[in-house]
């Protein structure tokens, strides 16, 4: 069964610090993989986007890892600030009208 | 340029009532999709537009729920005879083939 499991399901960190989250998935075939960020209220935004052969990608201070192997990703974000407070969604495809959703982890960040 | 739209951003209905919620797609986009997001759940897809294709329905729930798309634009979700757990958000989302999916920001359903 295709399943998208992401880690931790939520998180509350101090302005300024890093933080991961994890996801694991179980899709196959695997077509690629993306990390959505989604604020309260509103649709979910695309950070990156990664294929199979690729193993990290960057967006300002957002870095997601793959590692296809052991179908695990990870976003790493740092110097967090207020506006990261969201939730973060990772999906992976398996072809490009099949999508498989995690649940999001959600992240708190505090002044 | 503009973004993806949905209308009405929050509608509530009485439950055994039909309600119709509206997507406008990025112009150009061919592709759009249908999800649910009910509370704290991930999202649930429900159906997927390509072009004139026949649609993808394989994530409608049940038949009370259908969906249109008429001349390759503007959607319709349409859910009849409400249930309760119809109660979610419902986010559109529109691409080009294969490319990266822009959402709306959702129509927040709710039955009573």
């Known amino acids: 069964k295709n399943q998208v499991e992401q880690s931790p399901q939520s998180l509350i960190i101090l302005e300024g610090k890093n933080c991961t989250l994890q996801c694991n998935y179980t899709v196959s075939p695997f077509s690629n993989l993306r990390w959505y960020k989604q604020d309260t209220g509103r649709g979910p935004v695309s950070l990156t986007i990664?294929?199979?052969?690729?193993n990290t990608k960057s967006n300002g201070r957002y870095t997601a890892t793959l590692d296809a192997d052991t179908k695990q990703s990870s976003l790493h974000i740092t110097a967090s600030q207020l506006s990261d407070s969201a939730s973060y969604i990772c999906v992976v495809s398996a072809s490009w009208q099949n999508f498989v959703f995690g649940p999001g982890t959600r992240l708190s960040v505090l002044p | 340029g503009a973004g993806v739209s949905q209308s009405p951003s929050n509608k509530v209905t009485e439950k055994g009532k039909d309600v119709e919620l509206r997507c406008d797609p990025i112009?150009?986009?061919?592709?759009l999709y249908w999800y649910r997001q009910s509370l704290g759940q991930g999202l649930e897809f429900l159906i997927y537009f390509q072009g004139n294709s026949a649609p993808d329905k394989s994530g409608l729930p049940s038949d009370r729920f259908s969906a249109e798309r008429t001349g390759g634009s503007v959607s319709t979700l349409t859910i009849q005879r409400t249930q309760q757990e119809d109660s979610a958000v419902y986010l559109c989302?529109?691409?080009?083939?294969?490319?990266?999916?822009?959402f709306g920001p959702g129509t927040r359903l709710t039955v009573l």
């Open positions: 112009s150009g986009h061919t592709a």
């Open positions: 989302a529109s691409s080009h083939p294969s490319a990266e999916q822009f």
């Open positions: 990664m294929t199979f052969s690729e």
